[in-house]
Each structure stands twice: as C-alpha cells, then as structure tokens.
C-alpha cells in the first residue's frame, strides 16, 4: 500500500468519529495527549464559529423584516414637556422628530453590529482553516517526536560465528518516527473533522428549532381557526342552554298551602346581642351573698336565748 493510499484509509476510518474523544482515539498514543488540548481549542472555536453564525442569520432576518434585534431595542428617551406645548403642532413635530432620530440610530447600530459579526466569523473561520491547524499543531508534535525519539533507541546488535551477541550502537526507533509522520500528516484531518462535528451538530439542533417553530405556528393557526369556528359554536349552545335552564327555574311557582313561604323567604329571628356583666355589680352581689349567711346565724343564736329568760321568770 503506497503512503497516499494509507492516508485516504485513515482518513475514512476517521469519519466515524462523533465526538472529540472519538478523534483522540484514532491518533497514535504516544502523541495523544499532546494533541489534546490544541484539538479541544479547536472544538471551542467551532462552537463558537456556529454561534456566531446563527446569530448572524438571526440579525440579517431582522434587518430584513425592519425590526431590531433584542440587544438594540429600547424607548425613545422621554422629555418633560408642558401639556399645552406637547399637544400642540411644534410639540408634535419634536417627538416626531425624536422617534425618528432614535430609529436611524438603531438602524446604524444594526448595521455597525452586522459588520462586526462578519468580521468576527472571518476571525473565527481563519482560527480553524488548514493553516491554522497545522501551525498549532505540527510544533508540538515535533517536540514530542524529538523526547520519543531519544528515548526509544533501538539497540544494533551482532553476532558472531560462536552465537555471542555484541552490542554494536544505537539506532533510532523506526516505528516512532513513522508515526509521528503520520501525525504530523494527519494533525489537519483531525481538527478539520472536529469542525465538522460541532458543524453538523449545531445544524441539527437548528433543523429541530424550525421544526419545533413551525408545529407553534400550526397549533396557534389551529386554535384560531377553533376558536372563530367550531369552538365559538359550542360556546353559544352551551351559553343558550343555560339561558333556557335559568329561565325555567324563575319561572316555577311555589308549591304549598296557604302563605307558607320557603326557608329561603323566612326571616330569621332577632338575637339579643350579649352583653358581659359588670365587674362592680358582680363582686357587690357576691360580697352581699358572703355577708347574708352569717346574719342568718346570730338571729338564730339570739331566738332561744330569750325564749330561756322569759320562761325563768315565770
């Protein structure tokens, strides 16, 4: 297999990676983690990169439709004006001429915003071209080569008529310098991938958010087409139904004999409110109640003494 047709073989295996644990997976291990944190920056400025994109298409719909984006809406600044001046016709042309000049000036600072989201995309996009890549990464894989490479020699050894075995020199590993030719070959195809991750899965999150938009838009037409139709039909019948139900019930007489009257119709009884006692009069009464047992008590002591002295003096 030539060099040309490894590289296309790698690079296709390489397109079932998802994720950029999944990329990391697919380079050799002795180089991996010295990719790991320029291949995770790359993933940053992808995200980025799509989220400035979206932003941008959000900002160009707006400017199409004449309307501002949330970060440039605001109220035209008010002015304390006497009522007579601001009804009459200079006072209406100043606030006219205020809702003007604030509209022209959020309309310039939509402009001045666009710009610089394009230009902010055209940084972003330059920070994950191929160039970009590889100046990146190609030092540091050279860095990591130069360590492996120094400390992966392979010994010479020779051996001679009898069997000995003789340590000649050293030579350099030819699997650690094969692979790190193959790094250093595939290091743009590794952040080139991870773009296209964060590419295809900010697309699909956004093919959901205007599918999801677009069934909000179907059921608020649905509820209205409801609610002037079919649904406001139901209302009235309901509505007249029970229209018809209270009249029914007005209308009955009162069944009984004589004037007898529902319970509903008979007045209630009028309650005394309550009031408490006096204090006073309360502890007068039980003072005298107290003072009335012992009076009792002498007059019957008294009685028999006299009734004794008179029978005496018969």
């Not at 060099?3 to 991996?32: C, I, N, S, W």
């Not at 009028?270 to 009069?281: D, F, S």
Request: glycine share 6%; aromatic share 4%; proline share 5%.
């Amino acid at each position: 297999m030539s060099v040309d047709d490894a590289a296309t073989a790698r690079q296709a295996r390489l397109q079932g990676a998802t994720t950029l644990e999944g990329v990391l997976a697919f380079v050799p291990a002795d180089f991996r983690e010295v990719l790991r944190d320029p291949l995770q920056g790359i993933a940053n400025i992808a995200e980025k990169l799509a989220s400035t994109r979206a932003t941008l298409s959000k900002w160009q719909a707006h400017k199409a439709a004449g309307t501002l984006p949330p970060h440039l809406k605001s109220k035209v600044p008010e002015v304390q004006l006497t009522k007579g001046y601001r009804e009459a016709a200079e006072g209406a042309a100043v606030k006219a001429s205020f809702i003007a000049k604030h509209q022209k000036f959020c309309s310039e600072l939509l402009d001045d915003s666009l710009r610089a989201k394009k230009d902010e995309m055209l940084f972003l996009e330059k920070e994950v071209s191929p160039a970009r890549i590889y100046e990146q990464c190609a030092p540091l894989i050279k860095e990591a080569f130069e360590l492996l490479n120094a400390k992966t020699k392979l010994p010479v050894l020779e051996t001679d008529d009898e069997g000995n075995i003789t340590l000649k020199g050293w030579t350099d590993n030819t699997l650690v310098q094969r692979n790190a030719q193959e790094v250093i070959h595939d290091c743009v195809i590794y952040g080139l991938r991870i773009v296209n991750i964060s590419n295809n899965r900010n697309l699909s999150k956004a093919l959901v958010a205007e599918k999801k938009k677009a069934l909000h838009q179907a059921a608020d037409v649905d509820m209205k087409d409801g609610t002037s139709g079919s649904g406001a039909t139901i209302q009235s019948l309901v509505d007249k139904a029970v229209a018809a139900q209270m009249k029914k019930l007005a209308g009955k007489p009162n069944k009984g004999k004589g004037k007898a009257t529902s319970t509903s119709e008979r007045p209630l009884p009028e309650r005394t409110p309550y009031v408490p006692p006096n204090p006073c009069k309360a502890r007068a009464k039980a003072r005298a109640a107290a003072k009335g047992p012992q009076k009792k008590k002498k007059q019957s002591s008294s009685g028999p003494k006299g009734k004794g002295k008179g029978k005496g003096k018969q």
